[in-house]
């Protein structure tokens, strides 16, 4: 009677009957490995966009939030050369409860995170925006810029970091990389080699 395991393999169960067979079936799986993988790319691709995005939006959130407590700082303010003519006492303490219309502080915006955040580049960034391991790589870039070798390969990189040149870090490198020059803080000269944008090469 043939053991109910060896039926649940199907098709699958004939292929590794000997090398051939084998050989068929870890190219399956690789071929598996491979689609999961890119689809794994793809989702954080989208979620360092949304993060992005999340990103831009509380600095534009914080920018207005400022303006208008200025504004109402204006208002609500002397106006200029009236300083002078307010009542000598009224900065002394009086035992009445405090003035309650000072401006709400105002919140900052959220550091960067551990994780994958990768805000757009612009003039007022620097690499502080960064998480740590992406201003490695830049770092990285910017020191071998220096020593006269401005594009790197991702297994280049990976060495200088000192990872283990294995594929799992260097696919690590290249997807920080596709997310860096993706935000403009790198350029990609030619496939599979990068280099620091002109702007954060500017120091600005």
Known sequence: MMPAWRGMLGPLGCLVGGGAGMASVVGLLEERELAARERVEKLREVADRVLAELAEAETAWH????ARQRFGEVLSGPRPGQAGEADPGAG????????TNAPAEVPLPRAARSGSIVPVWRPALSMDALAPHYRSILATLTEQASGGKPVMSCQEITAVLGLEPVPASVDGVRSKMKRLADRGWADEPTPGR????????GGS
Do not use: Q
């Open 92 to 99: 002394e303490s009086s035992g009445s409860e405090p003035a």
């Open 63 to 66: 920018e207005w939030l400022i």
């Open 194 to 201: 990068f280099t620091l944008a002109t702007g954060p090469a």
